[in-house]
């Protein structure tokens, strides 16, 4: 593999990019060979620090009753007939992070390399490593990924310096008014897509009873307008709410400043928490895979009934918790893209901010 160019498939969104990141850097600084597969939507992302080439004709690897009766069709011949014989350029390899039929189909003369996914495996892969993608999934993302070079002893830092400096660098510097002027601040992110976000009333709960008496500044995704609603029935002091629109870098540069950020899993989030102590409330997503990343294990500090809260330290001494409900079937919801307000009800809001008001007693 050493000799061997190797082409990572990326090419979806900005938070799988920017949670990938660390690992690609850390491939760069031990001088592996490879470019990265990018979207037009995550370009951007991962062009400053590592080789890439933009595919424009992708598709998002959304599920649908479609595609999977499409891929179910196209895979069966290859239950009757051996592709093991079949000649493979090795001098460049494909490794697919996201499981992806239609650039497996794309790269089919090149090595491919995936994780378990049954009907992919069976037509595309040459080698595939003993962990699925992200449903069933028992690993973070990026101890996933590091199985591809368990022999390198890979060094992969939660927050490099490479995005550190990068971030420093290339943020707008009205942002350091905005630090200055703030002085003492956590963030609370409520951007997300509707159907994996808290609902209003949820959110007017939790900024309402945090007890801070620094500022709370509140942020969304401009494509989102939960900031706008929430400034009509907010009116507690300390809440500014940031209604200038600016990049994810020079937020991320802000977030670097702040005591604690508040969010849900999502693109937006994933990059906001890699800065500084982050509690992130996991809705449908697999919480093994999509938790901020740490070397050191997390720990199980709360737990009533199925509702969990765990903590982990990071190398860096950031601290990292993560919520969610112990309920293996609400994946499906993220399958199908459908917000389920019975699930979001669930959410234990109450339980949430008492262990946010004693994280920010401690900092």
């Not at 649908?64 to 179910?72: G, M, P, Q, V």
């Not at 460049?92 to 495996?121: A, R």
């Not at 995704?221 to 994810?248: A, G, T």
Request: glycine share 2%; with cysteine; charged share 30%.
């Amino acid at each position: 593999m050493k000799k061997s160019l190797i082409l990572f498939n990326r090419v979806d969104r900005i938070g799988d990019a920017i949670v990938t990141l660390p690992f690609f850097l850390a491939l760069k600084n031990k001088g592996i060979r490879f470019k990265v597969l990018c979207s037009p939507y995550n370009k951007w992302v991962l062009e400053p620090f590592v080789e890439v080439e933009e595919i424009k004709d992708f598709e998002f690897s959304d599920y649908s009753f479609l595609k999977l009766i499409k891929n179910i069709m196209t895979s069966l011949p290859y239950f009757l007939i051996s592709t093991k014989n079949k000649k493979k350029d090795k001098n460049i390899i494909f490794i697919d992070l996201k499981g992806d039929f239609y650039l497996s189909e794309k790269f089919k003369n090149y090595y491919q390399i995936h994780f378990k996914s049954f009907l992919l495996n069976l037509k595309y892969s040459d080698y595939v490593f003993n962990d699925f993608y992200v449903f069933g999934s028992k690993m973070h993302l990026l101890e996933k990924y590091s199985m591809i070079f368990d022999n390198l002893d890979l060094d992969i830092e939660e927050f490099p310096n490479e995005l550190k400096e990068h971030i420093i660098n290339n943020h707008n510097k009205e942002i350091d008014s905005l630090i200055n002027s703030l002085k003492d601040f956590i963030i609370i992110f409520v951007g997300n897509k509707e159907f994996r976000n808290l609902n209003i009333e949820q959110w007017k709960y939790l900024i309402e009873n945090i007890n801070y008496e620094g500022n709370i500044l509140i942020i969304d995704d401009p494509s989102q307008n939960y900031l706008k609603r929430l400034k009509s029935i907010i009116k507690k002091e300390n809440v500014i709410f940031l209604e200038k629109i600016y990049d994810l870098w020079s937020l991320m540069y802000l977030a670097m400043h702040s005591k604690l950020v508040v969010g849900i899993d999502g693109g937006g989030f994933n990059f906001l928490q890699m800065p500084t102590n982050a509690f992130e409330i996991i809705l449908y997503t697999n919480e093994k895979v999509w938790r901020p990343f740490s070397r050191n294990k997390y720990q199980v500090i709360r737990k009533c009934k199925n509702h969990i809260i765990e903590k982990s330290i990071t190398s860096q001494n950031l601290k990292k918790y993560i919520y969610y409900i112990d309920w293996e079937y609400k994946v499906v919801y993220e399958v199908l893209q459908e917000k389920n307000k019975n699930f979001i009800n669930k959410i234990r809001i109450d339980l949430i901010v008492e262990e946010i008001n004693k994280i920010l007693s401690e900092l």
